[in-house]
């Protein structure tokens, strides 16, 4: 499994672009990149994946290295109801293996 | 809308006590996961069911129980055998076929304090 290293937490001014970092050095051609997040006392919440183009949706957009070793999830105008911890998951897609929820990044979105 | 649910939502149980947390799924899902969160940790997994009436252990089974009778249902039991049961769980579901999105659809959690 490539293993995902991302800082413990970040803050971020209400309105502004939130850019969260995941570093996964040692991913495999054919797997992906997941985004979840977790707010306060629910469960996680998909937010968004992708194999090496960028991909956007209604929530955010995952920007992926030309190497693929890291990614950006971007939240473009960050309200307060972002505020949450932020998993990157790696893992192949077609593959019935389980998802592992590491610490995560927990965002902060400050008014 | 097809969903997954917890029950109950806040849990208080007697040291000593076995107690079943909950767990329904309409998603028509094939495999069912329990996770278990202390604060400021991420999930670990308890167990988990690939199909109905088969089951596997995860990284910290020990003190728990599981059944998979029926598609929808995955009950979890926390058996007085578990030393520290006080924690937040989260049960989830997933497609498993070939060529399906398989991302995780979480339920709402299920807060358990052992007094």
């Known amino acids: 499994d490539a293993k995902t290293t991302h800082p413990p937490s970040m803050d971020c001014a209400e309105g502004r672009a939130a850019n969260l970092p995941c570093n996964h050095s040692?991913?495999?051609?054919?797997?992906?990149v997941y985004w979840y997040r977790q707010i306060h006392s629910q469960g996680p919440q998909y937010i968004i994946h992708?194999?090496?183009n960028n991909e956007t949706n209604e929530m955010a957009s995952l920007i992926i290295t030309e190497d693929r070793k890291s990614s950006t999830l971007i939240l473009p105008h960050a309200t307060l109801r972002d505020t949450a911890v932020y998993y990157c998951?790696?893992?192949?897609?077609?593959?019935?293996?389980?998802?592992?929820f590491g610490p995560g990044t927990r965002l902060s979105v400050l008014p | 809308d097809g969903g997954i649910t917890q029950s109950p939502k806040y849990l208080f149980r007697k040291e000593g006590q076995n107690v079943t947390l909950s767990c329904e799924q309409n998603l028509n899902h094939d495999a069912m996961y329990w996770y278990r969160q202390d604060p400021g940790q991420g999930l670990r997994l308890i167990y988990y069911s690939q199909i109905v009436n088969d089951f596997q252990k995860g990284d910290i089974a020990e003190g728990y129980s599981v059944s998979r009778e029926k598609k929808e249902s995955f009950p979890l039991t926390v058996t007085s055998a578990q030393k520290n049961p006080t924690a937040f769980y989260l049960c989830?579901?997933?497609?498993?076929?070939?060529?399906?999105?398989?991302?995780?659809?979480f339920g709402s959690g299920t807060r358990l304090t052992v007094v």
């Open positions: 989830a579901s997933r497609k498993t076929e070939q060529g399906s999105f398989r991302g995780y659809t």
């Open positions: 040692t991913i495999s051609g054919n797997e992906y």
């Open positions: 998951i790696v893992r192949v897609y077609n593959y019935g293996q389980n998802f592992v």
């Open positions: 992708g194999l090496k």
